[in-house]
């Protein structure tokens, strides 16, 4: 007779399809996608970009496994989604921010924002980002000034005499034609675009974060509708309402490549767990996370507004997953309507 106590069976809704991924070859997928433009901010702000990075990513860890541990749940290290929170925070952040604040940031991401909603896909914001907002809310100095291009961060010890510079974006804020000659020749579209620029560690070099961009879609691990409808939404309205003076042309360009918005289009606003699932709610998600994304960069005190507009756009998730169902598998078109009720 068969023992079925002893059996282990996971039962779950049909179709069923086998796949060798699971969420560490994901995560292994995306921290290689990041890759790249860490190199790039080693090169441009100097080691302290490493071991920012090493300690936001140490911090994560550690957060979690104690979590779990006071909790008596398993541990859940393994999956490496700590670690890509930790990367994450680290890039969203100037590359001289104390390292504990980082700690500090990790503590938000993990504990905060992670666990206490179930841990790894019950979150319903993206953790690096919620981490950055509460600094930011916290510290806006620190998380305000940014390196010159050319200076490079202690590895030890204090930034108080580093020398900071205003980032294009703020250049950007409320630009006339004046200003806009101004910005143009202090960085010109090829610093833009290959990262020899002020900015958050991570963000700065849009061809790097390209490249991991294009990893990830080749991997399958996202696909084209967010990050295309998000950038491309950013580009239309930036392409039609130019100041006056400003070539439409140039001032899409600036816009798209500087900030964090190739950053938060490609590895945040994608983020399983906060997006929807449907591929027209990826769109309208994308589209929601670019309207909002100009409109605070134009008309807000602040002159980045990629994170706001994907933590806004994360509490929509539930809603766009509600109204726009998929046809029930099996289906026929004819039938869609009665089978999404």
């Not at 979690?64 to 929170?85: F, H, M, N, P």
């Not at 010109?188 to 061809?207: K, N, Q």
Request: proline share 4%.
């Amino acid at each position: 007779m068969t023992d079925y106590k002893s059996l282990k069976l996971i039962a779950s809704s049909s179709p069923h399809i086998r796949s060798n991924e699971d969420t560490r070859s994901i995560m292994l997928d995306v921290i290689i996608a990041l890759m790249p433009a860490l190199v790039m901010g080693v090169y441009v702000f100097g080691w302290r970009a490493l071991t920012s990075t090493l300690v936001s990513v140490a911090s994560c860890v550690v957060w979690e496994w104690i979590y779990r541990k006071l909790l008596k749940k398993s541990c859940s290290v393994g999956d490496l989604s700590a670690v890509v929170t930790g990367i994450l925070l680290a890039f969203v952040c100037p590359v001289q921010t104390p390292y504990w604040m980082l700690v500090i940031g990790a503590f938000f991401s993990i504990v905060l924002v992670k666990q206490l909603y179930g841990g790894i896909g019950c979150n319903f914001l993206n953790p690096a980002l919620a981490g950055r907002a509460i600094l930011l809310a916290s510290y806006a100095g620190a998380m305000t000034n940014y390196v010159k291009v050319g200076e490079k961060a202690a590895l030890i010890g204090s930034n108080a005499d580093i020398v900071t510079a205003a980032t294009p974006l703020a250049m950007m804020k409320g630009v006339d034609a004046t200003g806009w000659e101004t910005l143009t020749n202090t960085y010109t579209l090829g610093d833009m675009f290959i990262g020899r620029i002020g900015g958050s560690l991570g963000e700065v070099s849009a061809l790097m974060l390209l490249l991991g961009g294009v990893y990830l879609l080749l991997r399958k691990v996202i696909s084209w509708q967010i990050p295309v409808a998000y950038i491309a939404t950013v580009a239309i309205i930036c392409l039609i309402s130019a100041p006056e003076g400003v070539s439409g042309v140039e001032y899409m360009a600036y816009n798209v490549f500087g900030g964090g918005l190739m950053l938060g289009a490609i590895f945040m606003a994608t983020d399983y767990a906060t997006s929807p699932v449907t591929k027209p709610g990826q769109l309208i998600f994308g589209i929601g996370c670019g309207l909002l994304t100009v409109l605070i960069r134009r008309f807000g005190s602040y002159p980045e507004g990629v994170c706001y507009s994907i933590m806004i756009m994360n509490c929509t998730t539930w809603l766009l997953d509600k109204y726009i169902r998929p046809t029930i598998y099996g289906a026929l078109k004819k039938e869609k309507k009665e089978a999404t009720k």
